[in-house]
């Protein structure tokens, strides 16, 4: 059996991970000068995520369009801190940290600095062609650091072919795995479909599932009721966005409904 990714999973068959998605935040082409409005927002989407039964939360600057390729600045990272210090103060959910686009480093310090369980990379180990350019896993510095600021407690979720990206040569997939949990000491591996609430590739799913047989393996993105029945008997665990908004809409907010339908297709 797969150990799981938190200590508050440990009964939990398959946790759902609901996405916090921050509106543009101060800097950002986006921003609309009010974050306050912004806080309670996504206190508002985690109470909903947190009322329709999910197991956990995971909160990124989605707003922040274009992204950086790597390090975001300074007033991004203070701002992610007080929004997620926010939600963990509130909901006591184990919670999450993405800073798109591959800001790492930046997730790590936010997700110890309020207490978080786990962080999203995009991009570890290898290289991809995105529409921020090249971007470079950076697992060597990662790893160092966790455990300079005394984190290993806060586990590293990575994807494997990225969305929204190309590799920038054609590798097989059993090494792309292998390297990622082996070699770059991904806890967990998340698979996706092509872009964001693309659908995920259940036999993809199956082959990084066979190749890493004791690690978490969650879908990232595209999981409805409908998608379930096919990737369940692979994956550990689902990140979900877009299906839990109104409509399924990204502009629009959590719907409770949306989440309660997606736990009881999981748990049938």
């Known amino acids: 059996m797969t150990s799981p990714l938190c200590p508050a999973w440990a009964n939990v068959p398959k946790p759902v991970i609901g996405m916090i998605h921050l509106p543009a935040l101060p800097g950002a082409p986006g921003y609309r000068g009010d974050i306050t409005s912004i806080r309670e927002h996504i206190l508002t989407d985690a109470r909903a995520l947190r009322d329709g039964g999910v197991h956990g939360l995971m909160l990124e600057n989605f707003g922040d369009v274009p992204f950086f390729a ?26 999450g940290i993405n800073v ?96 964001t609430g693309h659908p995920t590739d259940p036999q993809l799913v199956r082959q990084v599932k066979e190749q890493a047989p004791d690690t978490p393996v969650f879908i990232g993105s595209g999981a409805t009721p409908e998608t379930l029945k096919a990737l369940l008997p692979h994956a550990d665990g689902f990140i979900v966005g877009s299906y839990f908004k109104a409509g399924g809409q990204l502009d629009q907010p959590i719907d409770p409904a949306r989440v309660k339908a997606f736990l009881r297709a999981i748990q049938m």
């Open 100 to 195: 798109l686009r591959n800001d790492g480093m930046s997730a790590l310090a936010v997700a110890h600095a309020v207490g978080a369980e786990y962080i999203r990379v995009n991009v570890l180990s290898g290289a991809c062609l995105t529409d921020q350019g090249v971007i470079t896993g950076k697992a060597a510095e990662l790893m160092r650091y966790r455990q300079q600021i005394g984190a290993d407690h806060i586990k590293v979720l990575a994807d494997v072919r990225v969305k929204h990206a190309a590799p920038l040569a054609d590798r097989p997939l059993n090494e792309e795995v292998d390297e990622l949990v082996q070699r770059a000491a991904a806890e967990g591996v998340i698979v996706s479909g092509i872009g």
């Open 70 to 95: 790597d390090s975001v600045p300074t007033h991004t990272v203070t701002h992610m801190t007080a929004l997620a210090k926010a939600v963990k103060d509130e909901i006591d959910l184990p919670l």
